[in-house]
């Protein structure tokens, strides 16, 4: 019988989390038994909570705990403006900034004819769909600058043209970002996109 093996699965499941290998799983698993009462059961019970509750937004894509989203029942989020990012942490990374005070729009991940992975699959069909319901007149589309990325935003642009006001990230050198470290494409995007002083 062997009395750790509860805890060595724990360690591997922790393991498989972005972010954390073997070492750093064994170290968070040590920490949270040591802290058991503090720490480990209340995150046992919020996953569990979690677990149960969580689920995307129908409208979309953002995850809560209800039908809607806080985001997509905030009248004072109804603008026009919808920002387009391709997963969950891209809507978090963005509401981080405290900027935009829109409402967003979760493709799930980007156009992609080696995955198989077509309109359908990234809910451009509802993005299209909100446009009348919600009296959107611009669409800030907020992908990644890859292939993929920009072939979703390009197929995007296509289907909203002539419709409403289509926007996008500026791309180039970020804030404390030094040339020296930059890769060449940012440095085009940079240029391309210099502005008076």
């Given at each position: ?16 989390l ?65 920002c ?49 319901e ?23 642009a ?7 006001r ?17 890769d ?13 002083i």
């Amino acid at each position: 019988m062997n009395s750790t093996r509860d805890i060595e699965a724990l360690i591997e499941m922790m393991a498989r989390l972005p972010g954390l290998g073997p070492r750093s799983a064994r170290r968070a698993v040590l920490h949270l038994i040591r802290k058991r009462e503090l720490l480990l059961t209340p995150l046992a019970d919020q996953m569990q909570r979690v677990a149960a509750t969580a689920r995307e937004c129908v409208n979309c894509g953002n995850l809560g705990t209800t039908e809607l989203c806080d985001i997509c029942t905030a009248e004072k989020r109804a603008n026009g403006q919808i920002c387009v990012v391709e997963d969950v942490a891209d809507l978090w990374a963005m509401e981080r900034g405290g900027v935009f005070k829109g409402r967003y729009h979760v493709l799930g991940g980007t156009l992609s004819a080696l995955d198989q992975i077509g309109p359908e699959q990234l809910r451009i069909p509802r993005l299209v769909a909100r446009l009348t319901e919600e009296g959107v007149n611009e669409v800030i589309l907020a992908v990644g600058a890859t292939v993929d990325g920009q072939t979703t935003a390009h197929y995007i642009a296509d289907q909203l043209e002539g419709r409403v006001r289509l926007t996008s990230l500026a791309q180039g050198v970020p804030i404390g970002g030094e040339l020296d470290y930059l890769d060449d494409g940012t440095i085009s995007a940079a240029l391309n996109a210099r502005k008076e002083i």
